[in-house]
């Protein structure tokens, strides 16, 4: 018998890279399967799932077009990257005999829904996937400020942030041997520490609108489970310790 989850909505934020396995580029569809059966699995604990997934493994507008494009234009060819992603993901769901629906802050009506907060919502109450490309829609907001905002939108309980990194620490673990991980730390703390966690916007938006965010790898899936579950993952960042 399954131990009951400890949230009903919850807002998954899937990083491209994640999605490119150890290649870190393009799409490793071991991986991808992998996240989509424990996907699976939370929809049939009875978990409504919405999912941001980032674009990096196929372009970063910040870092791919500096000093080469221009801003805007580079970020909105990192929000058609999010959408090659979501596509990947929406398939090898359905494949999975899972629902789900891709919805765009772009519009691009031949191949997905435009974002509307209502049909959203009424998506997840029937218990279909959700998955948001595009980001924001708008450049200079990453993808990680779209999950926030997208998580405020539809009334999430929380933010599971699944990255590289099984946590907070004090400093980069890579560089920096004595760095500390933390199990909890507050918005606060993260925006004066200038910590890794998400970039600032997204962070004041989650702190103002009092949204948890849980940070955990995505190397093992099925760590997602184990944060819906209540098991002590990664790490939690929120308004108080």
């Known amino acids: 018998m399954m131990s009951e989850p400890q949230y009903k909505r919850v807002l998954l934020k899937i990083s491209g890279e994640a999605l490119a396995g150890e290649a870190s580029r393009g799409l490793d569809f071991g991986v991808i399967n ?17 999912i941001v997934v980032g674009g990096g493994n196929f ?67 029937k218990g279909r996937v959700v998955i948001f490309g595009c980001g924001t829609g708008n450049p200079f907001f990453s993808t990680d400020t779209a999950a926030v905002l997208r998580a405020a939108e539809i009334n999430a309980d929380v933010i599971l942030l699944a990255k590289n990194i099984d946590g907070v620490y004090s400093a980069d673990p890579n560089k920096d041997p004595s760095a500390v991980k933390y199990d909890s730390i507050t918005y606060d703390d993260v925006l ?14 989650s702190m103002d609108n009092k949204i948890p965010v849980i940070l955990f790898a995505l190397k093992d899936p099925q760590n997602i489970l184990r944060v819906l579950k209540g098991e002590k993952i990664g790490t939690i960042v929120k308004e108080e310790p």
Request: aromatic residues 2%; proline residues 1%; glycine residues 8%.
């Open 34 to 50: 992998q996240v989509c059966d424990v996907i699976r699995q939370c929809v049939e604990m009875g978990v409504e799932v919405g």
């Open 59 to 125: 372009w970063r507008g910040i870092k791919d077009g500096s000093g080469k494009m221009e801003r805007t234009r580079a970020d909105h060819m990192g929000m058609l990257a999010t959408t090659l992603n979501c596509l990947a993901l929406a398939d090898v769901l359905e494949q999975l005999g899972v629902e789900v629906r891709v919805q765009t802050a772009i519009e691009m009506r031949a191949i997905a829904e435009p974002y509307i907060r209502s049909r959203a919502i009424r998506h997840l109450e």
């Open 192 to 205: 004066a520490q200038h910590l890794q966690v998400m970039d600032s916007t997204a962070t004041s938006l």
